[in-house]
């Protein structure tokens, strides 16, 4: 299917690339069909990608995979919680950190620990999750986490 | 919004398997006890308002042209 994009114009999304959040993300519950864009010219290395909603061309923000900024990323959740991803493997689970980066001053990038984006690639099914690591915060900043790797 | 009206001790059931129970009264502060399928998220309604906050304030990140975190420290 052909979708607007917030920076990449329209683009070309193969639908077994189409994501299902049956409860959205946490501030836009409405919206349950995202996807993942990234730039492949520069790289997959700390490469930042975007949560691009299907529904809402406006609406994309950028995620990391938390091991590209620390070297150890280990969430505390209920197996229970985990129902709506279905049958899933935990190694082969996706994890991705959500990213606020000021336009202004890039360097205080924060990354939310404390609720990451979790993703089935067997059935494309996600969701965002709290986690109970009392030591997780919703912004570290990314300066912080990148000077302890 | 319903209102009940509870004393300490007393219990409020929403649906068939979930229990609220007033547990302690003390001044301002009031203690619940929750009885939930393991199913069932509960937080603290500011934490759940912090993420939807910072998903929106993620949404604003404009930074066409960084895709990489290295960029972002200029290097």
């Known amino acids: 299917m052909l979708v607007k994009t917030r920076f990449f114009g329209e683009a070309q999304i193969d639908e077994e690339k ?16 995202w996807t993942i864009i990234y730039d492949i010219e520069k790289g997959a290395d700390g490469a930042i990608s975007w949560f691009q909603s299907l529904d809402e061309a406006g609406l994309a923000l950028p995620i990391i995979s938390p091991y590209s900024i620390t070297d150890v990323y280990s969430p505390i959740v209920e197996d229970e919680l985990l129902k709506p991803l279905g049958e899933f493997k935990d ?16 360097k ?6 404390k609720a990451p984006i979790l993703i089935n690639p067997a ?9 109970n690591n009392e030591d997780y915060h919703i912004k570290h900043k ?8 | ?37 393991k199913d069932v998220a509960i937080y603290r309604k500011e934490l759940f308002e ?9 949404m604003e990140s404009a930074i066409a042209g960084i895709n990489n975190i290295n960029e972002l420290f200029g290097n």
């Open chain 1, 18 to 33: 189409i994501l299902t959040f049956e409860n959205g993300i946490m501030g836009f519950e409405e919206m349950k069909r």
């Open chain 1, 91 to 106: 190694e082969e689970l996706l994890v991705f950190l959500v990213l606020t980066i000021p336009g202004e001053n890039p």
């Open chain 1, 108 to 113: 205080e990038t924060t990354a939310n620990f």
């Open chain 1, 123 to 131: 059935n494309k099914k996600g969701l965002q999750m709290i986690v």
């Open chain 1, 142 to 149: 990314l300066s912080d986490t990148l000077k302890n790797k």
């Open chain 2, 1 to 37: 919004m319903l209102a009940l009206s509870r004393k300490a001790g007393e219990s409020v059931m929403l649906g068939n398997d979930i229990e609220l129970t007033i547990l302690e009264v003390k001044g301002e502060q009031v203690k619940l006890g929750i009885r939930a399928p």
């Open chain 2, 50 to 58: 912090q993420i939807q906050a910072a998903n929106r304030e993620a």
